[in-house]
C-alpha cells in the first residue's frame, strides 16, 4: 500500500512536465510570431541594408541662355573608358593564385594582402594596354589609385581613360570585342560654347564628390556617389540648387564581398532647370572686344526695367579651362593676369567727373544753384591756402551749368559743392542708392563702396573733414569709392527720371529675378533742372568731352570722367564714361571705366571710355553691322 501511495505521488509530479513543456511551446511560438509578424518590417529593412547598396548618379545641369535663346552654357558627353570591378573578379583570382605560386618557387616572402593589391593591378594594367595598344598612349595603372577605389568605391566602375577625344572614342568603339570588360562610359560634364564671353557672371564648376540624395530611392541604404559638379561662382552658383537637377540611383543587390550581384531598380536622373537671361551675347561680345586687352568694365542696361544687355569685365577667362578641372598653370596665368576680379560689381573705383551729375543735383534740389548759375574759370580754385586745379588749366572763363558740364569744369562744380556742402551731397548720393550694392542676381557684389562724409572720416581716419575734402568729392575724387554697375544703375535711373532702376540679370523664370529693398521713386528733380543735366550732357557729346561717342542717328547723352588713384606707390588714372540713348526716348543705358594698367599710362575719359561706349551704342541700334558670334567648340 505505501509503494502504491508513492507511486502515486511520483504520477502526480510527472504530470507537472509536460504542463511545463507546452507552456514553454506556447512562448516560444508566440515569441516567434511576434517578432515574425510584429517585427517583419524591421528585419526585412535589416535584411535590405545588409545587402542592398545605392549608387547616385548626378544630373545634367540645366542650361542657360541668353536673350535671344542662344546657348550660353550647356552639357557636352564626357566619355571614359571604364572596367566594373566585380566583372574581373575571376581574372583577380588567378592572378592572386600564378603571383602566390611564383612568390612560392621563388622563395620570396610575401604577405597575402600585399599579393591581392599587387594582383588586381596586373590585371588592370593588363587591360589599360589593350586600352594603350589601340589608342597609341602610355598610360599606367596606379597602385594606390586602385586600392583605394576597392576599399571606398567599389560599385563604381573604375576609369582607365577618362575624357576622351571623339577620334580615341570611335577606334575604341570599333576595335574593342563586343564581349571586352572595357566599356564606355558616358557622363554629363559643362560646355561653354563661347569660351570667356561674360565669364566671371556666367561663373564656372567644380566637382562633387557627394551628389544631393534628394528625391532618390534607398534612403537607408549605404550609398555611394558617382562625382557630379556644383557651381563655384557667377551665376553657376548663385542658382546651383535650381541648375542641379535631381539625381538618379541604381539598387544593387551585392554578395558578400561588396560587389554588384543582380541590379534591384533604377531611377534615372532628372536634367536640370534652364535659366534664360537678359544679357544678349552679341552686345556682350562686342563690350569685350571694344575694351580689349585693357583692364576694365562694360555695363549696359535697359533704363526701363533694368535689364542688363551687356556686363563686361576684363581680363577674363576661358570658362572650359575649369572643364573637368582647372590646371594649377591656367590658374596661375588668371592670378598673374589679376583675372578674378569682377570688376562690374567688385571692382571699386573713385568716379571722377561722372560724379559731378551727383553734386550738380544736390546743389539744384536744395536750391544752391540754378541752370543760369555761373562760375568764372581760371584753370583753378583756392581753397584755404589750395590751389585745386581744373583740367584745363587755360581755364573755361565763364561757365553756366550745362557748359560746366559739357567741358567738365572742375571749377564750376568746385564753387558749387563747397557751397552745398559734403552733407548734402553724400545725403544725395544715398538718396540714390550709391551707398550699397545694386541688388544684382550674380553673387559677391562689393559692400565696400564709400560715401564718405565727417563721420566717416572721423570713424575711419580719426581725422576732421576739411573743405578740400568736399573740393575732391564735388569731382567725384579723394574718399569716395563706387563699381561701375552703381554707375550704370544711376545712369539708367536718370535717363528714366527715376531714383533706382534694379538691375537684373534674369528674364526667367521670374520668381529668380532680383527684388531689391530700393522702392524706385520719381528722381524728384524740377523739369527745367532735369532739362539742363541732359542738355549739358547731350552737348558734351555733340561738341564737348564725350565727342567720341558721339552717333550720327541717335542723340546720345554722356558723361566722361577721369580719376587717379595710388596703387603699390603708383598713380594709377581711371577713365570713365556714363551715357544713354536716343536722349528723348532712352533704350540703352551704358558705363565704362578702364584702369590705367601702369603709372605712365594717362587715360582720359573722353579719349578712351568714350570710344567704347560708341561701338557698344553703334551695335546696338545697328545689329546687322556687327560680327557673327563665333562658337568655341571643345576637342
Excluded at 67 to 80: A, C, D, T
Excluded at 373 to 390: D, E
Aim: charge should be negative; include cysteine.
Amino acid at each position: 500500500m505505501r509503494l502504491f501511495a508513492l507511486y502515486r505521488k511520483s504520477q502526480s509530479r510527472l504530470k507537472i512536465f509536460p504542463v511545463f513543456i507546452a507552456g514553454m511551446l506556447i512562448v516560444m511560438i508566440g515569441g516567434l510570431g511576434w517578432r515574425q509578424l510584429l517585427h517583419e518590417q524591421f528585419y526585412a529593412e535589416r535584411e535590405e541594408i545588409q545587402h542592398l547598396r545605392r549608387v547616385l548618379i548626378p544630373a545634367p545641369r540645366g542650361n542657360i541662355f541668353d536673350r535671344e535663346g542662344r546657348l550660353l552654357v550647356g552639357n557636352q558627353p564626357r566619355v571614359s573608358a571604364i572596367v566594373y570591378l566585380n566583372e574581373l573578379r575571376p581574372e583577380f583570382r588567378r592572378q592572386y593564385i600564378d603571383l602566390v605560386r611564383e612568390y612560392q618557387e621563388e622563395n620570396i616572402p610575401s604577405q597575402g594582402h600585399n599579393l591581392q593589391i599587387l594582383a588586381r593591378v596586373r590585371v588592370m594594367q593588363e587591360y589599360m594596354d589593350k586600352v594603350n595598344g589601340i589608342l597609341g598612349r602610355q598610360d599606367t595603372i596606379d597602385a594606390q589609385t586602385v586600392e583605394r577605389h576597392f576599399q571606398q568605391e567599389r560599385l563604381i566602375p573604375f576609369p582607365l581613360v577618362e575624357d576622351l577625344h571623339p577620334r580615341e572614342y570611335a577606334r575604341l568603339l570599333e576595335q574593342l570585342p563586343s564581349d571586352s570588360p572595357i566599356q564606355l562610359f558616358t557622363t554629363s560634364l559643362r560646355y561653354y560654347p563661347f569660351g570667356s564671353l561674360a565669364a566671371h557672371s556666367l561663373g564656372y564648376t567644380g566637382n562633387l564628390n557627394e551628389i544631393s540624395p534628394e528625391g532618390a530611392p534607398g534612403e537607408s541604404l549605404a550609398t555611394f556617389h558617382i562625382p557630379g559638379t556644383t557651381g563655384r561662382s557667377g551665376l553657376e552658383r548663385a542658382f546651383d540648387d535650381y541648375l542641379q537637377g535631381q539625381s538618379g540611383a541604381l539598387i544593387w543587390l551585392v554578395d558578400p564581398s561588396g560587389f554588384q550581384f543582380d541590379l534591384v531598380d533604377h531611377s534615372p536622373p532628372v536634367p536640370g532647370n534652364d535659366l534664360h537671361l537678359t544679357l544678349d551675347a552679341r552686345l556682350q561680345k562686342i563690350a569685350e572686344e571694344a575694351i580689349g586687352d585693357r583692364r576694365g568694365a562694360v555695363i549696359a542696361l535697359s533704363p526701363q526695367d533694368g535689364e542688363v544687355l551687356a556686363l563686361a569685365s576684363t581680363p577674363g577667362y576661358d570658362l572650359n579651362d575649369f572643364v573637368p578641372r582647372l590646371s594649377s598653370a591656367a590658374a596661375a596665368r588668371i592670378e598673374e593676369r589679376e583675372a578674378w576680379l569682377h570688376r562690374g560689381i567688385q571692382g571699386l573705383y573713385p568716379p571722377g567727373s561722372t560724379f559731378k551729375m551727383i553734386t550738380a543735383m544736390a546743389a539744384l534740389r536744395d536750391g544752391i544753384i540754378e541752370p543760369e548759375t555761373t562760375s568764372f574759370c581760371h584753370g583753378f580754385h583756392t581753397v584755404g591756402n589750395r590751389r585745386f586745379p581744373c583740367h584745363n588749366r587755360q581755364g573755361h572763363g565763364e561757365v553756366d551749368l550745362v557748359e560746366a558740364i559739357r567741358v567738365s569744369c572742375n571749377v564750376f562744380f568746385y564753387e558749387h559743392g563747397l557751397a552745398t556742402g559734403v552733407d548734402r551731397i553724400a545725403t544725395e548720393s544715398r538718396r540714390l542708392h550709391l551707398d550699397q550694392p545694386t541688388g544684382l542676381e550674380i553673387p559677391y557684389e562689393t559692400r565696400r563702396m564709400i560715401i564718405p562724409d565727417r563721420e566717416w572720416k572721423r570713424q575711419r581716419l580719426n581725422e576732421s573733414w576739411f573743405p578740400g575734402d568736399t573740393a575732391n568729392l564735388s569731382i567725384g575724387q579723394g574718399f569716395v569709392r563706387l563699381t561701375p554697375m552703381q554707375m550704370a544703375a544711376f545712369t539708367a535711373a536718370l535717363a528714366n527720371d527715376q531714383s533706382f532702376v534694379q538691375p537684373r540679370v534674369i528674364t526667367r523664370p521670374e520668381s529668380l529675378r532680383a527684388t531689391s529693398e530700393n522702392i524706385a521713386r520719381p528722381l524728384e528733380l524740377a523739369t527745367q533742372h532735369r532739362e539742363a543735366l541732359l542738355q549739358g550732357m547731350f552737348e558734351a557729346v555733340e561738341t564737348g568731352t564725350a565727342r567720341f561717342a558721339r552717333l550720327d542717328d541717335y542723340p546720345v547723352a554722356g558723361k566722361t570722367g577721369t580719376a587717379q588713384v595710388r596703387r603699390r606707390g603708383e598713380t594709377l588714372h581711371m577713365a570713365w564714361f556714363i551715357g544713354f540713348a536716343p536722349v528723348e526716348n532712352p533704350e540703352i543705358a551704358i558705363a565704362v571705366l578702364v584702369e590705367g594698367m601702369e603709372a605712365r599710362d594717362s587715360f582720359a575719359g573722353g579719349a578712351t571710355a568714350a570710344p567704347i561706349a560708341k561701338e557698344v551704342l553703334e551695335a546696338y541700334f545697328d545689329p546687322e553691322a556687327s560680327d557673327i558670334l563665333e562658337v568655341s567648340l571643345r576637342p
